[in-house]
């Protein structure tokens, strides 16, 4: 994948799905925003990145207060 398309795939996963915006804010062309979405998303690689937006992240405390420590914070 590109940077470009790592960029679709994180503004679509934060502007809740819209497709056509999470291209434009990734750099595509405004005209042909929205086939390009529609081509990008019917595309696995795609598909598995955005998987990853929905993974919730469990970080647990005592482990987190460790890292912080250890950088001095």
Known sequence: ????????????????GNGKRAAIAAGYAEETAQATAKELLERDDIQAELALYKE??????????????????
């Open 1 to 16: 994948m590109t940077t470009q398309e790592y960029q679709f795939c994180e503004n679509y996963a934060l502007n809740g």
């Open 56 to 73: 919730p992240v469990v970080l647990d405390p005592p482990e987190y207060w460790k890292a912080r420590e250890e950088f001095g914070e």
